[in-house]
């Protein structure tokens, strides 16, 4: 009996994971018998099934001080379930990468882990679930996170792995993930009969798009076109040979990121960059919304560099400046914008020059009294046809401080409420007043989750407050970029 117990308490400390990649699958553990007597022998600490992480994310091991176990069980496993602005998804991965003591009372919680593993994958990080998995002990005792493991696995093309993490699972066999892996792995292995069995019962739950590629891998009936949805439709879909491109566009964003080809090359930025200003314009004005933009700006990124750095004479600098913010390079922003002078240029007038100068603000990470007192201004002369007043909204939340005139003008601003419940922005408020870093970002992703464009901007404005006075500065400054860049392009 004694034994027994010894073996119950060494056993989820002692069992590694599945390792990544080539690594074997680890053998069974010995048990030492007790200690001899007069040996001092340690008690074991409590497992924490958060303290795995990926590669240094910039995050405190103290992020889930103080933090609500029950606020982490209800919004942790929403995150990356809808689309997410690019600032909100930064900041999700780096929240579920980072290795860190769990909050209080979720460190064994096998289900919220798995959750944690899958919302990576669904964020297009498998390098960071590998991380976490490879360093996550007694793999085989949870059904969640021995699935978000398969799912990496098989993401990754080592169908083996996948097969064994299948077969060494041992709680909820039954469930309808591990019968229909199992089906493939049988098929894989040549044990027809028994493949045929599983998918037999795998085909009680429904599933058009699975039944019709496992039934073809299996020989009876036609595999139509590919399915990229999740790692297991790609394994099939690799087997059976199909063409995965035009299955590209709707895959998982794993998949997405592990399979989409390059862009062709952009013609603005072949030959000599300081000649290439024409088409690099026409390039940036074809794009539309923030994400076409954003990707377009780091295509030409190099040929705006070298127009900045040749201070040379633009047709539309004010566009090539927020294109430079967009593709990272501040100093080619701010050096084109040095170059401008009076409140006109080619292309923009006085308002334009003012939103320009708060997106260099605060994508430097600070912004001056001047600064924001001329958003304000324009906002209220604008106040009718521009964006002026929600940046100086989003500034101000920044931390910019404004002159006693100013404070009056953006007091009087009518600028629309966001979709948040008054209760949840006040509870990301109270969240980053007491300093609880996690907390405060979930609640602030959670006001953040409504589509790829993100929150309103009354919204973000109380995003990027909260996140500054949290101490989570990067996240802050990526909302109020983002939300800035936002608004100047259409």
Known sequence: MVRKVVAALALPLLTAGLAHAQAPTPGPVEVQPLAPAGMQVQSLSALDLFSAGSANT???????????????RDILPTLGAKPMSPAAAGLAKRLLATGAAAPEGAGDDAELAGARVKGLLALGDVDAAHAIIDRTPNLSASATLSQAAAEAALIDGDDDKACRIGEAVTVDRANIYWVRLRAFCQARAGETDAAQLSFTLA??????????????????????????????????????KLPLDAAVAGAAPALKAKLAAPPPPNPAIVGDYTEAEASTLAFLRKAKGLAEFT???????????????????????????RAAVAAGDLASAQAIRAGLTGDTVPGAGPTDLALLDALIAAAGGKVDAPTLDRVVERGRIDAAKSNAQPAALILA?????????????????????????????????????????GEAALLALSVADVGAAGPAPADRARIVQALRRAGLETDARAFAVEGLLLLQVK
């Open 58 to 72: 910039g995050l405190p091991a103290d992020l889930w001080r103080g933090t609500s176990a029950p606020l982490v």
């Open 203 to 240: 085909n009680q739950t429904r599933d058009p798009t699975y039944a019709r590629l496992m039934g073809a891998a299996l020989g009876t009936g036609e595999p139509g076109a590919a399915s990229l949805r999740n790692g297991l439709d790609y394994a099939l879909s690799r087997q059976l």
């Open 295 to 321: 990707a377009a700006a780091k295509d030409v990124a190099p040929a705006i560099a070298a127009q900045a750095q040749a201070k040379a004479v633009l047709q539309d600098p004010v566009l090539f400046a």
């Open 397 to 437: 939340a920044f931390g910019g401080a404004m002159g006693p005139e100013a404070r009056a003008e953006f007091a009087g601003f009518a600028t629309p409420r966001g979709a948040a419940l008054p209760a949840r922005l006040t509870a990301l408020d109270a969240a980053a007043e007491a300093g609880l870093k």
